[in-house]
């Protein structure tokens, strides 16, 4: 069993190598790699509307993730610095704003499937996973603010990163696979 355990993950490792590999490089009769042309790349990644590779959904889900981190943190900063509100609480909000957002770009533009749901239900799940993600990024902004004493919008950059992760895994092989 635990033989059959491994080869299907190495086999899994090896598939997800080689869609990367095939992505980025090309490889014409009887010669070597080549690295594939930045023009072509551009297209696959921002053009091209609807795909199921991981990679492109990857870098799709960054470039979202990036506006959507940007509209996150600026909410936070206002209501931090202007409305007087206190980090996590607006945190909460911003958190919440930038889940909103990412779910309209994800259905729209990094993900093709919709799984087996309704809209409805595909929402709510998105948000469940959002609020997971916002329990770990609470969680790590308490603890790199209030325990580690890192100043909060450097806490919310490497709490970003660290729930990024958790959030397109999960929305992608739950939600989206």
């Excluded at 998105?126 to 790199?144: D, E, K, V, Y």
């Amino acid at each position: 069993m635990r033989l059959d355990n491994r080869k299907n993950f190495n086999f899994a490792v090896m598939s997800i190598f080689e869609e990367y590999r095939n992505f980025f490089f090309i490889r014409k009769e009887n010669e070597r790699l080549r690295l594939r042309s930045t023009k072509d790349l551009f297209h696959d990644i921002f053009i091209v509307r609807r795909t199921n590779l991981t990679v492109v959904q990857f870098l799709r889900g960054m470039l979202v993730g990036g506006v959507c981190v940007l509209s996150d943190m600026l909410i936070l900063y206002l209501l931090v610095q202007l409305a007087d509100i206190h980090y996590l609480l607006a945190n909460t909000a911003a958190f919440f704003t930038g889940t909103v957002l990412n779910y309209i770009l994800s259905i729209t533009w990094i993900f093709t499937s919709h799984g087996n749901y309704s809209r409805q239900k595909e929402f709510i799940i998105f948000c469940i996973i959002g609020a997971i993600g916002l329990a770990l990024n609470s969680l790590f902004m308490w603890i790199f603010t209030d325990y580690l004493g890192i100043y909060y919008m450097n806490s919310k950059i490497i709490t970003t990163i660290l729930v990024y992760i958790w959030n397109f895994f999960s929305r992608k092989h739950i939600l989206f696979d």
